[in-house]
């Protein structure tokens, strides 16, 4: 193989990810590992597993591109680009007639929208609370004793859902604490728990005039949150090959500018509309 490189680094709350593309936009290799304590360190080791599973060094690499919540932390990264423009790049990628893409984090959700160009021309988040989150996720999951995982796989048994309301992780913990003692089946209350953070998402969405993509972590290991958006949108919602290195991609096929088609360049993002409660207003 030869041939330059470009690399896209998403360091993400939860998860470092990384993609290496070729000068076509073909990926050669990725590699995901926890956040943990130092982005940097977490970097290092993507972009060398990736370089590794490609057969490539470091000095193959024409140019590099951060991204996410530690992307200020990630070494040798000639620009830094924020997350909303880097996970609506890799969707449009694979999707080039998506229209809002829901990107499901550990510590935020963001509904992201495109035009009829494949412009950013809004998005919202909900990064005030924990709520409709994969952290959200993982401390119910906790408090009843199971990983994600088994969360996940509970859910998928069930055939109705529980109504969970709250919008507080802590509220929420409570509220499932009150469904087991009504003797509601665990795996309702499981399924319950997707179907929350579908309906909150499903409020943040501006309009539903044209194919939905999913991207995230959560998306990726949680058949039942595709399930539950599926069902909440009333429509089948693309899920990409690689829903959680959505970011790392979108920031590898925007280093390689010089080769592949940039809709987003450096024209920054709209306005946020901040959304604490899932009505996606101000």
Request: hydrophobic fraction near 40%; proline fraction near 4%.
């Amino acid at each position: 193989m030869s041939g330059v490189l470009f690399a896209g680094i998403d360091a993400g709350s939860s998860a470092t990810k990384c993609v290496i593309i070729d000068d076509r936009g073909t990926l050669v290799g990725k590699s995901v590992v926890s956040s943990g304590f130092s982005y940097e360190d977490a970097a290092k080791t993507v972009l060398g597993e990736a370089l590794a599973e490609a057969g490539r060094s470091s000095g193959d690499i024409e140019a590099c591109i951060s991204t996410g919540y530690g992307r200020e932390w990630v070494p040798d990264a000639g620009r830094k680009i924020t997350e909303i423009t880097c996970h609506a790049r890799g969707a449009l990628e694979w999707y080039p007639q998506v229209r809002n893409i829901i990107d499901i984090g550990g510590q935020d959700t963001k509904v992201i929208r495109l035009d009829t160009t494949g412009q950013i021309s809004d998005y919202r988040m909900n990064a005030k609370c924990a709520a409709g989150t994969g952290t959200f996720l993982e401390s119910i999951a906790v408090k009843l004793g199971m990983t994600l995982g088994e969360l996940d796989e509970l859910a998928a048994q069930s055939e109705k859902h529980a109504v969970i309301n709250s919008y507080c992780t802590v509220f929420a913990g409570t509220e499932v604490l009150e469904c087991i003692k009504a003797g509601e089946d665990p795996k309702d209350i499981a399924r319950g728990l997707f179907h929350s953070i579908a309906s909150r998402l499903f409020e943040m969405i501006v309009s539903h005039d044209g194919p939905v993509a999913a991207t995230g972590g959560v998306v990726a290991h949680c058949g039942s949150m595709r399930v539950a958006l599926n069902e909440v949108l009333d429509d089948e919602v693309l899920l990409p090959p690689l829903p959680q290195f959505a970011g790392a991609f979108g920031a590898a096929l925007m280093a390689n500018s010089g080769h592949a088609h940039e809709p987003f360049g450096e024209r920054p993002a709209p306005p946020c509309r901040f959304s604490t409660e899932g009505s996606g207003q101000c």
